[in-house]
């Protein structure tokens, strides 16, 4: 969801400072250091997601387990 929507931001950044070659002088405006320097932002956008996600997963998991634990001890108690 939300951390779908940061990638998606990042993509329409790098793709908005990608340049075509100006064919008439054959001068390249877009280098190889920008390359580099997107790559990397996508890959720092993309892994630090992935990372959240995991997170958030194993704490939602944790969560519904000691939740559900509660629940179980307290029915229990009750009968």
Do not use: K
């Amino acid at each position: 969801g939300v951390l779908g929507i940061y990638g998606l931001i990042v993509a329409i950044i790098i793709a908005g400072r990608v340049t075509q070659p100006d064919n008439a002088a054959g001068i390249n405006t877009y280098s190889q250091y920008n390359g580099w320097a997107h790559i990397g932002a996508g890959l720092t956008c993309g892994l630090s997601c992935l990372a959240a996600g995991a997170t958030i997963g194993m704490i939602g998991e944790t969560g519904v387990l000691a939740t559900g634990l509660r629940a179980q001890g307290n029915h229990a108690r009750m009968f």
